[in-house]
Nanobody, 126 residues
Framework: QVQLVESGGGLVQAGGSLRLSCAAS????????MGWFRQPPGKEREFIAT????????YYTDSVKGRFTISRDNAKNTLYLQMNSLKPEDTSAYYC???????????????????WGQGTQVTVSS
């Protein structure tokens, strides 16, 4: 049974930092490209960042470039999202996802992911 469990969310002031983690089990973690998405209240889920199986390739949405860093530790089966210089508009539920499409190195599209976590809430106060 595949499980992705996010942690590290919380309440932070604007300009602060948080580090999200996503612990994976029930799968061969290094076989999956991984991604972070978020879904603000009343809005659709949106892509944040993605990382290749080895961690050598990353891609970000423009709104978080230079502030967020995606990384992974395949030995620990864990995905990370370091979030710096947080803004109130970053307030959202954050989700990690795992994808297995052999033709893809990374993906910014939610339908290319096979497994999803339950999410962790990040709230940034102004």
């Amino acid at each position: 049974q595949v499980q992705l469990v996010e942690s590290g969310g919380g309440l932070v002031q604007a300009g602060g930092s948080l580090r999200l983690s996503c612990a994976a089990s029930g799968l061969t973690f290094s076989n999956y490209y991984m991604g972070w998405f978020r879904q603000p209240p009343g809005k659709e889920r949106e892509f944040i960042a993605t990382i290749s199986r080895s961690g050598s390739t990353t891609y970000y949405t423009d709104s978080v470039k230079g502030r967020f860093t995606i990384s992974r530790d395949n030995a620990k089966n864990t995905l990370y999202l370091q979030m710096n210089s947080l803004k109130p508009e970053d307030t959202s539920a954050y989700y990690c996802a795992a994808g297995l499409r052999s033709s893809l190195v990374v993906s910014n599209t939610n339908y290319n992911y096979d497994y999803w976590g339950q999410g962790t809430q990040v709230t940034v106060s102004s």
